[in-house]
Each structure stands twice: as structure tokens, then as C-alpha cells.
């Protein structure tokens, strides 16, 4: 590539789109998927922002954007190391937005067949001239160009260093490609690395009904939901599904809830009748599980928005038995209770296939940060878990500080609380660790999740 690209000034993120859902030239999904990329630079979480910005779309399109924004995040390092071997002075010389914008572009170009080579370098120039002018979109042109070209022979030089090349193939950050080979080996930590890229599965639950009818109910909608191995009264339904034009969505006979998630109230064994109260509920699936054996069960978070979600969520299903409120978990505002759930804000390092973008968000200090949270919270329920209760530790992280650790320093702190392994058999013993639950995406097809079981003295 000759052209060299001088960075433009410094805008506020997708100055050149913002205030407009269409762009002349360019379809809705484009702009769309821009737009979204734009959010995220800005700290946004990635499926807020891909519902807010398709809204308007219609539900193809919604799912052409999101094959395109995950897929685009999942590759994003050997994206950048082809382009940059295409663009004179390397990556650093384009605008944050251009660089997403041929991101999108050659993500396209490479991996979705259905994408005419014309329409995705045509409108990614269109989309590039409003936001750096004339001279970025002749460089995003000429670049976009000759990758098309090349398809067919493309090469690029791979890191000659093991965890260099490990990160850039499978588009992680090389210091956590580095915590996980160093805690589960090379071999280990590739089959992690590529269940991470590969598009997660969508679990639903029974809802009122049994597994066998919402199977029926499904078959009869030419669904062909199969059973999930580890979780019993799960379905894994076929990619591409619309799930919300089903009838039993509509009718709330099933919710959403990735097996992992279903294995952590498994897990908990909760007592029949009991009082149970879910301290960081939100999106709602671990307290409505909490249902099938609670006789009430509180979600509460601190979040009003997230709390109104629920409330609307539970009454799609016509649930009954459980309240959503509003509340810090840290200064729990519930009478004691027989169960206290604590499913811990965390890194999220264990569902890093649903959420793509949290690879790129995550940094070392957040371990410190997440830490001193997880800590106020577990600290606040323990005040509510009446003597013989149940406090329940639970994140979706596979991380050491987030889970084994914070639980030995609880119980270091709290000597009226001890580890209480469930009763033999309520989850398969290849996910128990030393009476703790893990949950491994590269072993168990599932997202990561950790838990552990802790009983208060009487």
C-alpha cells in the first residue's frame, strides 16, 4: 500500500455517523454495526449497545449485524495483522474509528460469503469519508481493495514467540493467553482459546411446563431443541432461531439460561420451602431456577433499569413466588433468610464467547478493583443468612482471585461459615473441585462459572 494515512483530527466517537440511522449510500446494518463499534470505544457493554442501535432494523438485518460485530470481535487480531501489512506505517496511523470501519469491512470480505465484494469496500467508503474525509476513504479503498484481491493467497508474519502467535490467532489479549496457559497448559489453553470463538449455543429452560412438553411444543414449531448433557431439563436450540416469535416464548413457557448458569442453582441443592434471596439477580434466570424448590424467592439489584427487565421478564413467564427490588447487595436490606445467592459481578473470563468484547475491556487492575466489591458483597450477605442457612458464591470467571481465593479468604474472616459440599450426585463429579463447582467452557461445552457452598454454624 503507497498511500500513507495521516490520522485525522480527533473527534468525539462516530462523529460522522451520530444523529442519523441512515447514511446515503449505505444500508441501516452497516451504519448499525458502525455505530455499535463506536459504543464500544466509548466503555459501552456490547449487547446494550447492539440493542439500542438495531431497534429500527428488521430481524434479518439484526441478525446480519450481529454475525458481523461478534465475528468481527472474535478475529480482531488477525484482522489487524492483515490489514496492517496492507497499510504503509502500520495500524497506528489510522483513526480509532477508520480502523474499526476496514475492520468490519475485511471481516466481511473474509468470512461472510453472502457479502458481495462491491458492497462491503463501497459502503465502508462511503462510511470512511464521512468520518476522516477524502483522503482516508482513497486509503480505506485501495487497502480494502487489495485484500479482496489477494483472498485467495493472503499471508501475513506470524509471531515466532508460542503465546505471541496463540493470542494473535485466536484474538486475545496476550497477558490472558499467558494466565491461562501457565495455570492450564498450551494444549488446554487452545481448546479455551477456540471455544471462545465459536458462536455460543442458545439454552432455554422449562418455564410451568416439563422438558418433555416444551420439546413437543417446539418440534410442532419444526424446532429440534436437543437435551443438554450436563444439565438436565435444558434445550440447545438450532442456530439462527428467532426465539421471540415462538410460541412458547410468548406464551412464558421457557427463559434463557446457559447451561453453566442452570449448574450453579443445581449445585446449590437448595432445601425445599426455603427462603431464598438472589443479592445480584439481574438478568433474573438463577432466581427463577431458585423457584423450582424455594417457596420465595427476592432478586434484588442495585440497577433500576435492570431491576424493571426483570420484572418484566418474570411477568412474561407468569411467575409467581418471587419479587424483583432494588438494593446494594453490600448493604443487604432483607431479613435473614435460609439462602443467600451471591452471583458476583466479575471479569466475566468465562463467557468471553457470549460477550467477545470483554477480552478487549478487561485489564490487570480490574482483579483489584472486581476484588474489593466481591468482598463488600460477600461481607453484606453474610449478615442475612440465618445460622444453618446457606450462603451461595457464584461469578462467571474462571480466575483464581475471583473464586477459590475469595472463598478461602471468606471463610478465614468468618469462622461461623464453612465449605459444605452438596449431596453426592446433584451435579456430575467431573465438575467438582475440591466440593466447589467448575464449570469449563474448554471441557464442558458450556460457559465458565464457578460456586461454592457455604453453611452457616447453627
Known amino acids: 500500500?503507497?498511500?500513507?494515512?495521516?490520522?485525522?483530527?480527533?473527534?468525539?466517537?462516530?462523529?460522522?455517523?451520530?444523529?442519523?440511522?441512515?447514511?446515503?449510500?449505505?444500508?441501516?446494518?452497516r451504519v448499525a454495526a458502525a455505530l455499535v463499534m463506536a459504543d464500544?470505544?466509548?466503555?459501552?457493554?456490547?449487547?446494550?449497545?447492539?440493542?439500542?442501535?438495531?431497534?429500527?432494523?428488521?430481524?434479518?438485518?439484526?441478525?446480519?449485524?450481529?454475525?458481523?460485530?461478534?465475528?468481527?470481535?472474535?478475529?480482531?487480531?488477525?484482522?489487524?495483522?492483515?490489514?496492517?501489512?496492507?497499510?504503509?506505517?502500520?495500524?497506528?496511523?489510522?483513526?480509532?474509528?477508520?480502523?474499526?470501519?476496514?475492520?468490519?469491512?475485511?471481516?466481511?470480505?473474509?468470512?461472510?460469503?453472502?457479502?458481495?465484494?462491491?458492497?462491503?469496500?463501497?459502503e465502508t467508503v462511503e462510511l470512511v469519508k464521512r468520518r476522516g474525509g477524502i483522503g482516508a476513504s482513497g486509503l480505506a479503498n485501495a487497502v480494502l481493495r487489495r485484500l479482496d484481491r489477494e483472498r485467495d493467497a493472503l499471508g501475513y508474519r506470524a509471531p515466532t514467540d508460542t503465546l505471541d502467535a496463540l493470542a494473535e490467532q485466536y484474538s486475545h489479549p496476550r497477558w490472558v493467553v499467558a494466565r491461562w496457559a501457565a495455570r492450564f497448559g498450551l494444549e488446554d489453553t487452545t481448546r479455551l482459546l477456540a471455544a471462545?470463538?465459536?458462536?455460543?449455543?442458545?439454552?432455554?429452560?422449562?418455564?410451568?411446563?416439563?422438558?418433555?412438553?416444551?420439546?413437543?411444543?417446539?418440534?410442532?414449531e419444526d424446532i429440534d431443541a436437543t437435551p443438554v448433557p450436563l444439565a438436565p431439563a435444558s434445550l440447545t436450540l438450532p442456530a439462527g432461531v428467532p426465539l421471540t416469535a415462538l410460541a412458547p416464548?410468548?406464551?412464558?413457557?421457557?427463559?434463557?439460561?446457559?447451561a453453566a448458569a442452570s449448574l450453579v442453582v443445581?449445585?446449590?441443592?437448595?432445601?425445599?420451602?426455603?427462603?431464598?434471596?438472589?443479592?445480584?439477580?439481574?438478568?433474573?434466570?438463577?432466581a427463577l431456577e431458585l423457584t423450582r424448590r424455594a417457596a420465595f424467592v427476592v432478586a434484588g439489584d442495585r440497577n433500576r433499569s435492570r431491576v424493571a427487565r426483570m420484572t418484566d421478564g418474570f411477568a412474561r413467564l407468569h411467575a409467581t413466588r418471587i419479587a424483583a427490588m432494588v438494593g446494594d447487595a453490600r448493604h443487604p436490606a432483607c431479613a435473614p433468610a435460609d439462602v443467600v445467592l451471591v452471583d458476583a459481578p466479575c471479569t466475566g473470563t468465562g463467557t468471553f464467547r457470549r460477550h467477545p468484547d470483554a477480552r478487549w475491556r478487561l485489564k490487570v487492575s480490574d482483579f483489584a478493583v472486581l476484588g474489593q466489591l466481591q468482598r463488600e458483597i460477600l461481607r453484606g450477605a453474610a449478615t442475612i443468612v440465618r445460622p444453618g442457612g446457606l450462603l451461595i458464591y457464584s461469578t462467571c470467571s474462571l480466575e483464581p482471585e475471583e473464586n477459590e481465593e475469595m472463598?478461602?479468604?471468606?471463610?478465614?474472616?468468618?469462622?461461623?461459615?464453612?465449605l459444605d459440599a452438596p449431596p453426592e450426585g446433584t451435579v456430575d463429579a467431573s465438575l467438582l473441585d475440591a466440593g466447589m463447582l467448575r464449570v469449563l467452557p474448554q471441557r464442558h461445552g458450556t460457559d465458565g462459572a464457578f460456586a461454592a457452598r457455604l453453611r452457616r454454624r447453627a
Request: contains cysteine; positive net charge.
Open 249 to 258: 416464548f410468548r406464551s412464558g413457557a421457557l427463559y434463557v439460561q446457559d
Open 196 to 220: 471462545n470463538n465459536a458462536p455460543a449455543a442458545i439454552v432455554v429452560r422449562p418455564y410451568g411446563i416439563d422438558v418433555d412438553t416444551l420439546r413437543a411444543q417446539l418440534a410442532a
Open 1 to 29: 500500500m503507497s498511500t500513507r494515512a495521516v490520522r485525522p483530527t480527533r473527534r468525539t466517537p462516530a462523529s460522522g455517523l451520530s444523529g442519523s440511522s441512515a447514511v446515503a449510500g449505505v444500508t441501516g446494518a
Open 40 to 122: 464500544l470505544r466509548t466503555g459501552q457493554l456490547l449487547d446494550g449497545a447492539f440493542d439500542r442501535r438495531v431497534q429500527a432494523l428488521e430481524p434479518r438485518d439484526r441478525r446480519w449485524v450481529h454475525e458481523l460485530v461478534w465475528g468481527t470481535l472474535r478475529t480482531r487480531s488477525v484482522l489487524d495483522a492483515l490489514l496492517a501489512a496492507r497499510v504503509r506505517g502500520g495500524l497506528a496511523v489510522l483513526d480509532d474509528e477508520v480502523l474499526d470501519l476496514l475492520r468490519l469491512a475485511a471481516y466481511q470480505l473474509l468470512h461472510m460469503d453472502s457479502v458481495p465484494a462491491y458492497a462491503a469496500i463501497g
Open 266 to 286: 443445581q449445585y446449590a441443592h437448595v432445601p425445599d420451602g426455603c427462603l431464598a434471596v438472589d443479592l445480584c439477580a439481574a438478568p433474573g434466570s438463577k
Open 407 to 418: 472463598v478461602s479468604a471468606f471463610l478465614a474472616t468468618h469462622p461461623d461459615f464453612t
